[in-house]
T-cell receptor, first 114, second 113 residues
Framework: NAGVTQTPKFRVLKTGQSMTLLCAQD?????MYWYRQDPGMGLRLIHY???????AKGEVPDGYNVSRLKKQNFLLGLESAAPSQTSVYFC?????????????FGPGTRLTVT | LAKTTQPISMDSYEGQEVNITCSHN???????ITWYQQFPSQGPRFIIQ?????VTNEVASLFIPADRKSSTLSLPRVSLSDTAVYYC??????????????WGAGTKLIIKP
């Protein structure tokens, strides 16, 4: 049982390049999330998914797209990377989306955009 | 702007009890308060969760006053391995009735020998 895994762990992009971050969970969770974490700002929700084939915008969705083609995978795409997207990205999953439901996090992807 | 507020950092010594408070004035009526712990280069990890009064598990206690506008995470007899960043997470109801789960900015706890 690997929990939540993320690939890659590190990436450096040049402005304007694109990339996809992959998140996978093996806990059969319905809900999956993508967060970004910047110094002094805690975690901010980018996009989330309430089930296979569905996605929704979070707090800071601009510049990102997501897809949930399979229940266990949640992809985060950057079509044209900008330096403001330099951050640590965390994927999480949970059984439901209420405040009661604990979230399980991946180890993170550190992205630098130059 | 409705949000959660925590101290930016705290220091303590091994064996002491540490209390970290999070204020959340606009907490949603039926929502829980959850605390997470994060070590460097790792994702946050669930510590404890509560709705009201007091909750205790094997690693921490959570104290929530009757008005639920704040909560205090209590770590008994801390050790060096408790050095981490601690986040509170609550559901907040905004002026337009919109609901969001909001993370605090985190409290960096440093435990000294």
């Amino acid at each position: 049982n690997a929990g939540v895994t993320q690939t890659p762990k590190f990436r450096v992009l040049k402005t304007g390049q694109s990339m996809t971050l992959l998140c996978a969970q093996d806990m059969n969770h319905e809900y999956m999330y993508w967060y970004r974490q910047d110094p002094g700002m805690g975690l901010r929700l980018i996009h989330y998914s309430v089930g296979e084939g569905t996605t929704a915008k979070g707090e800071v969705p601009d510049g990102y797209n997501v897809s949930r083609l399979k229940k266990q995978n949640f992809l985060l795409g950057l079509e044209s990377a900008a330096p403001s997207q330099t951050s640590v990205y965390f994927c999480a999953s949970s059984y439901s989306s209420t405040g009661e439901e604990r979230k399980y996090f991946g180890p993170g992807t550190r992205l630098t955009v130059t | 702007l409705a949000k959660t507020t925590q101290p930016i950092s705290m220091d303590s010594y091994e064996g002491q009890e540490v209390n970290i408070t999070c204020s959340h004035n606009n907490i949603a009526t039926n929502d829980y308060i959850t605390w997470y712990q994060q070590f460097p280069s790792q994702g946050p990890r669930f510590i404890i969760q509560g709705y009201k009064t007091k909750v205790t598990n094997e690693v921490a206690s959570l104290f929530i006053p009757a008005d639920r506008k704040s909560s205090t995470l209590s770590l008994p007899r801390v050790s060096l391995s408790d050095t981490a960043v601690y986040y509170c997470l609550v559901g907040l109801r905004f002026m337009d009735s919109n609901y969001q789960l909001i993370w605090g900015a985190g409290t960096k706890l440093i435990i000294k020998p």
